[in-house]
C-alpha cells in the first residue's frame, strides 16, 4: 500500500523559508514522477513542482514558483522535499505531495497523479 506523508509547513513571515518533506511507502519514489501541489481556499488545486522519474531530469515549475521554490528527491530516504524561499502571503494553502504511476505522464497535471497525501498547511503572514 502506497502511503505519502508530507511534513515540514507551518506559520511563516513574509520573505522567509520553509522545507517540505514527503516520505514515501510502498513505493520507490525514483521510479515514479513526483510533485508537490497546492490548494488555497476558494482556489483551484494547482500543481506548483514536480519532477519525472530519476532517469530523467526533467523539472516543471509553476511561474510563481520558478526561482524561489526547488524540488528535489533522495532516493536513498525514499523522500522528496519542496525547498519554498522568499515565501510570499499569496503562497498560503494546503501542500500535497503526489505520485504518477503513469508512463507518459504530464509534469504537474492533477488528473495523472494517483496517489496523494493528506496535505500540509503553510501560511505566509506577519
Known amino acids: 500500500q502506497v502511503q505519502l506523508v508530507e511534513s515540514g509547513g507551518g506559520l511563516v513571515q513574509p520573505g522567509g523559508s520553509l522545507r517540505l518533506t514527503c516520505a514515501s511507502s510502498?513505493?520507490?519514489?525514483?521510479?515514479?514522477?513526483i510533485g508537490w501541489f497546492r490548494q488555497a481556499p476558494g482556489k483551484e488545486r494547482e500543481g506548483v513542482a514536480c519532477l519525472r522519474t530519476s532517469h530523467d531530469s526533467s523539472a516543471y515549475y509553476e511561474d510563481s514558483a520558478k526561482g524561489r521554490f526547488t524540488i528535489s528527491r533522495d532516493n536513498a530516504e525514499n523522500t522528496v522535499y519542496l525547498q519554498m524561499n522568499s515565501l510570499k502571503p499569496e503562497d498560503t494553502a494546503v501542500y500535497y505531495c503526489a505520485l504518477s504511476t503513469m508512463l507518459q505522464v504530464k509534469l504537474c497535471a492533477s488528473d495523472d497523479y494517483d496517489y496523494w497525501g493528506q496535505g500540509t498547511q503553510v501560511t505566509v503572514s506577519a
Open positions: 510502498g513505493f520507490s519514489l525514483n521510479h515514479y514522477a
